[in-house]
């Protein structure tokens, strides 16, 4: 079928046009309508409309349409299974009908005036486990829409399930009721408290209690304070613009920062500020007289009831938004200045616990430092905050959630103290000291671009990359390729599936920014400490033991598929592309994992559509079920690489974020040795390549072990490059092989250690 715009496809995976829409529609009806405008614009289509679907009723209500008689909107409704509409949703699958009044399930409605259209596609909109209704397209001319149409509407729909998905729930207002806000009290001061660090850095600035500073602005004993307030509905109004402004400039910072994020990670905060029937209960009571910050207080802790209320997570998670967005509106209220400042920005932020989206929030916010006042020093929120340059400690000491707001801290992670309300010495003292944690213009002369021993072996260094702007790092580091890239964070910080054009952009970004070098990419790693917001995965008994990293993708091959096409079609072009399943447990499961790989080359060979014809396959070593059959595996494989993290964990049973079992977390315990040392002989033995991806490869008490038992590839964060580079060079591979050999001797942890100490 001919094309006369096919450029314009492109442009419906740019979520910046859905962005502007939302910044400039009033309300959720308004953005509704101007974004079926858009596609059927884009889509040359004659029909284009939203239909949403409602939990309560169990109805999909037409919302939004252009083509058809605007009168039928919320009076077209359907239930799951009916219609081709309903049947969408039903099956989760996009439906394509040249001619949709002979399908057997059309279902026709008069008032729609739809007799005209025969070309028919329907895509559901999802957000996890979540329904949020379907996007439909419709034309005159019978078989108009294609394969490329079913893509491109599919990542639209990924695009609007968390900014549509937000505004459903707001529409939905029969939730029950549940809970209160919290009451916090002020207790006696601290002075300093001994912690951990998670991300070396220093910072001086004023605290901000997480979950406090919103729960005392929401909290209904200041009511009786607002008795006083001289606060007018044109006050109230000023907030609510300002309160829009920064969440725009917010959602622009954060995507400049975090090039794979999407633009519309404030969406849930801009939707419920548009929502028509939240912003006029608000201004009703105002007009009756109550004060604009109980109004504010009063609607808002309405809101957060009824999301409380309900047995869904992805349900439970909008009373966060709505409690965030009325502490703005209030901060900006009791502020005259419309430039008031972020809630984090600038801040040394406490918190009991933060989401990998409670980062990025804070990030796009400028926070000089967090304190996590309970959790494991190798989350997955301690990598992310690495990545983005943000110092972070551990300590526990509840009482820092008690500190009252804008108390001066000083943290420095790098020996772990934290300073309450510090005297003028100290803070000279910190004055005078302060530095960088990462000086990357003098680590940068210091890199060659290949590493050798000291007696001339070759060993190959590699950057593990969370974020694509890490990347920036790895180049100028002169890391040899990409050992690791972590595929989930474009997952973790949205609120729905990236779709596969958006994960393609991202992918594609590697190959651009380290071309003709080796890129290793992870397959979906979810579960355990690493959630998605919208998948209902929190009621594993053992996450850590459950339906996580292959098992999730292979439990899901929707999205499993999605990604590894995305890809096998950003590698297209480029020298090698190696694709890692991470968790395997048994060659059954890497077969099946393969043939997904296989299954997802055949599809876009039909399609036509150009990607790598030949990637390795290979396995990322974490479960001591591999090591009896890793002779067989390293035969199977194309690479391996071992993740040092899970597999010690998983070694010897023990947590490696609880703080109780910590000591028991031994990376040099005989056993992990041993295991290590069969792994790396087997895929020797099978001329497979074998690298160490996990955080033992950048430490150098582990580097001459690894190095004397045959490790020729190690994959470490980029700022580690430069030090991994400088002991390696200083190191001899005979050396190593005779320590090596030693500490494989050992078979107590304390003989182990005592050979360790003797080395050094």
Known sequence: ?????????????????????????????????????????????????????????????????????????????????????????????????????????????????????????????????????????????????DDVDIQVMRGIASQLAGAVGNARLLLDSNLRKKGQAHDYRAEEPLRFIKGKMAVGGHAYASAFVFEKSHAVLLDEHQDEHDEKSEHSLTDFQRAIQATAEQLNEYQDRFARRLPESAALIFSAHLMILKDVRFMREMEKRISDGVPPAAAIRAVARHYMDLFSASDHAHVR??????????????????????????????????????YPSDVLRLASENVKGIILVSGGVTSHVVILARSLQIPLMIADEPQLLRLSEDTPIIMDAENGSIYVKPSEKIIKEYQSEEKTPFAPEISFQKVSPQTYSHDGFRIRLLANINLLRDLKFARELKAEGIGLYRS?????????????????????????????????????????????????????????????????????????????????????????????FPLISSLDEFYE??????????????????????????????????????????????????????????????????????????????????????????????????????????QVEYIPFFAGIGVRCLSVYPKFLPEVQKFITGMKISDAESYARRLLAEATISGVRAVMQEER
């Open 1 to 145: 079928m001919k094309r006369k715009d096919r450029h314009h496809l492109h442009l419906l995976c740019d979520i910046s046009e859905l962005a502007a829409l939302l910044t400039v529609s009033e309300d959720i009806k308004i953005f509704l309508q101007r974004t079926v405008e858009m596609i059927a614009r884009h889509m040359n289509a004659d029909v284009c409309s939203i239909y949403l679907y409602n939990e309560i009723s169990g109805d999909l209500v037409l919302d939004a349409t252009i083509g058809l008689n605007p009168n039928a909107i919320g009076q077209v409704r359907m239930k799951i299974g009916e219609g081709l509409v309903g049947s969408t949703l039903a099956k989760q699958e996009p439906l394509n009908e040249g001619c949709a009044s002979r399908h057997p399930e059309f279902k026709y409605f008069k008032e729609a005036g739809e007799d005209p259209f025969d070309s028919f596609l329907a895509v559901p909109i999802l957000r996890g486990v979540e329904k949020i209704g379907v996007l439909v397209v419709q034309h005159k001319k019978r078989d108009y829409f």
């Open 317 to 354: 998670e909008k009373a966060n938004d709505v409690q965030d967005l009325a502490g703005r509106i209030l901060k900006n209220l009791r502020c005259k200045d419309e430039t008031d400042q972020a809630l984090g920005e600038n801040r040394i932020v406490i918190a009991r616990e933060l």
């Open 488 to 580: 989930e964070f474009p997952f973790l910080i949205r609120s729905a599936v990236p779709s596969e054009q958006e994960q393609f952009f991202a992918y594609k970004q590697l190959f651009d920014e380290m071309p003709g070098k080796d890129i290793t990419i992870r397959t979906l790693d979810i579960g355990g400490d690493k959630l998605l917001a919208y998948q209902d995965l929190t009621s594993e008994a053992n996450p850590e033991l459950g339906l996580r990293a292959i098992r999730f993708s292979l439990h899901h091959r929707d999205i499993f598929h999605q990604q590894l096409r995305a890809i096998l079609r950003s590698a297209a072009g480029s020298k090698t592309v190696q694709i890692m």
């Open 593 to 698: 994992a393969r043939q997904a790989v296989y299954e997802c080359m055949l599809a876009l060979e039909s399609e036509n559509l150009p990607h790598h014809q030949q990637p390795l396959i290979g396995v990322l070593v974490e479960l001591p079920s591999i090591v009896e059959i890793i002779d067989e595996l390293a035969a199977e494989a194309d690479f391996l690489s071992i993740g040092t993290n899970d597999f010690v964990q998983y070694m010897l049973a023990v947590d490696r974020t609880n703080e109780k079992v910590a000591g028991y977390y031994n990376p040099y315990h005989p056993s992990v040795l041993r295991a290590l040392a069969k792994i790396v002989k087997a895929a020797i033995q099978q001329d497979t390549h074998v690298s160490v991806c996990g955080e033992m490869a950048h």
